[in-house]
């Protein structure tokens, strides 16, 4: 019973740590990268909170550097 509680744990553990290390990968929201790669993604594609985030940031705004 040990065992599987530790392989279990290992594994959260692992998801958990890949998961932060693609987080680390998108560039950050209102940024030029971020502007440049929503400009290239599809318009169907995008979230509500991703089209209102591009209009205040890319659109209204200028990107942050």
Do not use: Q
Not at 26 to 52: F, H, L, Q, Y
């Amino acid at each position: 019973m040990r065992s599987k509680s530790l392989t279990r744990f290992g594994g959260a553990l692992l998801a958990l740590g890949a998961l932060g290390l693609l987080a680390a990968c998108a560039p950050e929201v209102g940024s030029k990268a971020w502007c440049d790669k929503m400009s290239a993604k599809p318009k169907g594609d995008w979230t509500i909170n991703e089209a209102t985030d591009y209009a205040k940031h890319c659109v209204l705004g200028t990107p942050k550097s």
